[in-house]
């Protein structure tokens, strides 16, 4: 028994050896095959590189023993690319199938299948769709062991589907695998990289088409400074810096921010004449590109400026240039650029003529190029020159001549623009049947072609032109709305008046899948603000129900500019940077689902393709969701998405009034909101109520004696006949400037501040979300600054950089007052404020401010020594204080930007997540503000709300100084947002029957005593 164990073991061993002998020299065999190959490959490779492809062919046909499938495939594709023309593609198709037969590809076998799937959706795109090359392109990418392939690889291969994607339309997915490539680019070579760059600008490009204006921006802005950087001492040879900046000198412009612009073209222009100096530099192929960038873009922003004399000058001089050469349409399309800019400038400018003699001058080179777009563009221009001159007949032979250049190759809004253009020329001369004839052919012409089935303009609705989402087809659908109400006008016809409202509807819906709640521009606001006013004076004529009017109010909020408000909800005390990078995911996704529930396939496999990414979305959601705080949670209810005016009704007291009012282009009108009703009103001509109210502040802040005859006729539009103890003003663009408080009521003959207690808001949203969250911050501490300046003379109002007296005992008081914390002199520092933000709820600042109108991002608070804590870095900042009272100088006055509001410091801080501000509308006295901001923090301290504790405050100055009742010295401070109280008050009807309770309770008890004590 024991022997034959001792064999066993004897053998166990021997074969052990044995084994361990077979594994060590299979794996030196792999492996030296692997190293072989690894050589093979590399060389390959080179040969390829040089295109060495009959040398590549011999040497594979030499590996053929050792690498026989491998082997075959390389030399049948070395055979295709050394006679390209002749061969045919069947070649590559086969290669393909022969690589995905292998079933455990090693890492060589995995990069040449990845190669050639990009050879074959190469092939496809160059002979076929772009939607059939982006299917092949795919089909690679989800090959089990598309990861074997090397980085260089994979990282051309994402980034081809990016552009594949970006070619059919889809920019979602487009930033997706633009993302992944950079990835990838930056892991190999670093940030410092052409190739990094150009993706960077690609991405920024991508941003466009989804209209994320913030994000274009940011990564144009990466690109130039990668780019900076390589060409800091050598030649750019491709003039990238040029191409990045033409970019962004258009983008902000666009974006309205002029200084920018200029900043940006000052570059363009430094980096333009330190390459082309020479004559020789001249004889470059891209010097006339780059000319055409440097004068393209001086005139926009000469023509952004007004200054349309230089803009011409730079026209004339680009003329000029013996380099243009005009039957070239490539190097001439920057001129025709240019001819669009003046033209349009010219235009604005009501100089018709020369509009009409530069448009006829692009008209004659545009037909000898035979360019359609620019065809279109100058006969429409003309076309428009023509109707401001009220030369009709010219005006429709030019938009006909535009007609005439659009294609009918795919379907486009360019011919139902055209139409819509020609039926306003009827409209506005008078021929409303011809206006609505056109109009009529025109809509349902177009959903003829949209939808291949004929259906009436009366039946027409939002779910048959869904899938229009651009600018174009909006506009076109509430012009066209305009003209049926301009026809209506005249002939009261109640059909008319009903298509009116359902083309506004129509065009209101197909604004909301539009905008992506980011900041609005100037065309987003130009929009929704022309789409509000039709749909508000409809409504009126229509004399519509209440349930309608809440519909309507719904609608028109919900495409309100989101800005403000996302980011605010997105700040306001979320406990964790994780719910923030979530809650910028789920926006994200939010928009990216938004875009694939309005795709509309006849492809069953697309669209089943297309519903899958749905549900994938809609989990993905979920998850992050689930991953994120309760208070975004809250947040979300009260999203402007799920905006319901019933919600807020259900919020106010009885003896609250609500007033949202919306300046549109002809007419002002007001919403009043209170707990059981909902009424809107046309309150003013929106000019006469901008001249009355610029009169009333001009009177205000100069302390003039005719205030209160101004304050009376602005109040008759503001708030006619109005009486409630509390109102809540959500003004909309110039009347954010004005004080509602100093309106004076001819009723009682009071200011408004004496008889009702007022507060402020940015949106109903906003609102809404302050009176119903239950979002607490606990953090009650106070921190006051008030700095010391370098001009040691006494200002009396808190502005420029003089001592301010009054100030620092009003920072002094107000911290005792709270046993706060105070920062004073020299001490009261920039860098102490941001120590402070996230171990303080409230916070005082009593100092001065500096406003710059013309730049906003100059415009800051300044602490000890002058230091600048400026616009720009309160926006970066995540600050969810309780309250902020900006005890200083127009911090709540800047640029007024469409669709926005005051760009203000005040508006800074919401921006950063502050729940209340109390902030100014002008330069306010030092001496009477401090007196002011001492009783607002005493009647806090006695549990009175924010807005009570001001108006109580006001009242108290005015009565205590009856020489000072000029609203200069008392009405420039309001109180924004959350108006709870700081410190909650005694419920004394419950402490008095507490304690009554507790003296029957020991009244009860003492009598029994005494009855047994006497017993």
Known sequence: MLNLFKKKLIIYEIMKKWLFAFLFLFNFVVLSQEYTLKQIIKISDSLELNEKYIDAIDFWKKNTSVFPILSKNYISYFEYWNDFENQSFDTIISIEKSLLKIKNRNSFESEFLVKIFSQHYHH???????????????????????????????????????????????YFETIKFYKKSLALYINQVGENSTDVALNYNNLAYAYTKIYNQKNTIAYYVKAAKIWEKIYKNSADKNDYLLTVYNNLIYQYINYGDLAKAKINLEKLNFHFNKKYQSEKSKNESAYFESLGYYFLNNIRVNAASNKIDIAIEFLHNFEKEQTLIYKNLKKSKYLLQCYAEIIHLLNENNEFEKALDLGNKALVLCNKLDNPSFLITFNATIAKSYKCLNKYDLALQFYENAKKATTKNYFNSSSYTLEYLKAEIFDENNQQKKAVEIT??????????????????????????????????????????KIYFNSYKKSKSKNELKIAYNLYLISNKLFKEYYLKGEYNDELNKCHTEITEGLLEIALEKKISKSDKMYLINAIEQNESQHLAKEFFKKVNIPNNGSNKNIEKINYLKNELNYYKNQKF????????????????????????????????????????????????????????????????????????????????????????????????????????????????VSN???????????????????????????????????????????????????????????????????????????????????????????????????????????????????????????????????????????????????????????????????????????????????????EGIMSLSRAFTYAGVQSSVYSLWQVPDKETSEIMISFYENLKKGQSKDEALANAKKIFIAKNPMKNHPFYWAGFIVNGDVSPIIKPYNWIVIASLVLLISLSFLVVFRKKLFYFRK
């Open 124 to 170: 496809i795109a160059e002979n076929d769709t772009w939607e059939k090359a982006l299917e092949k392109g795919l089909e690679g990418y989800q090959i089990k062991d598309f990861h074997k392939a090397t980085n260089a690889t994979k990282t051309d291969y994402l980034y081809d589907l990016g552009f594949m994607y970006s070619e059919t339309g889809n």
């Open 440 to 481: 009529k052919n025109n809509i349902e012409q177009l959903v003829d072609e949209h939808l291949k089935k004929k259906k009436s303009i009366e039946k027409i609705n939002f779910t048959d032109v869904k899938e229009l989402i651009s600018i174009d087809f909006i506009t076109l659908f509430y012009k066209s709305g």
């Open 602 to 713: 006849s492809n069953n496999i697309l669209a089943e393709k297309n519903s899958k990414k749905i549900t994938t979305i809609q989990s993905e959601i979920k998850k992050l969701l689930d991953k994120t705080s309760q208070t975004y949670q809250e947040i979300e209810k009260t999203s402007l998405d799920n905006f319901d005016i019933q919600k807020v009704q259900k919020l106010i007291s009885k003896e609250e009034i609500v007033v949202k009012y919306y300046v549109l282009l002809n007419d002002v009108y007001a919403l009043f909101i209170t707990f059981d009703e909902i009424e809107i009103k046309k309150i003013a001509k929106t000019t006469i109520l901008k001249n009355a109210i610029s009169t009333l502040l001009s009177e205000t802040k100069i302390i003039h004696q005719n205030v209160l005859n101004s304050s009376k006729i």
């Open 717 to 899: 539009y503001l708030l006619p006949n109005l009486n409630a103890k509390k109102l809540t003003i959500i003004p909309d663009e110039f009347l954010n400037y004005l004080p509602f408080e100093l309106l004076f009521d001819k009723v009682s003959n009071q200011y408004l501040v004496e008889k009702s207690t007022l507060s402020y808001d940015y949106s109903l949203a906003l609102y809404l979300f302050n009176k119903q969250n239950n979002i607490k911050i606990d953090n009650k501490n106070l921190i006051a600054f008030s700095p010391n300046y370098k001009n040691q003379e006494t200002a009396s109002v808190r502005s420029g950089f003089s001592e301010l007296k009054f100030a620092k005992q009003e920072a002094i008081l107000v911290s005792k007052l709270f046993d706060g914390t105070i920062f004073l002199n020299e001490n009261a520092t920039k860098s102490q404020f941001f120590k402070s933000i996230n171990n303080f709820g409230l916070f005082h600042l009593a100092m001065h401010s500096n406003l710059f109108d013309d730049n906003l991002n100059e415009s800051s608070l300044v602490f000890s020594n002058n230091v600048k804590l400026y616009f720009s870095e309160l926006y970066g900042l995540n600050f969810p204080a309780k309250m902020a009272v900006l005890s200083a100088c127009d911090t709540g006055n800047g640029n007024l930007k469409s669709g």
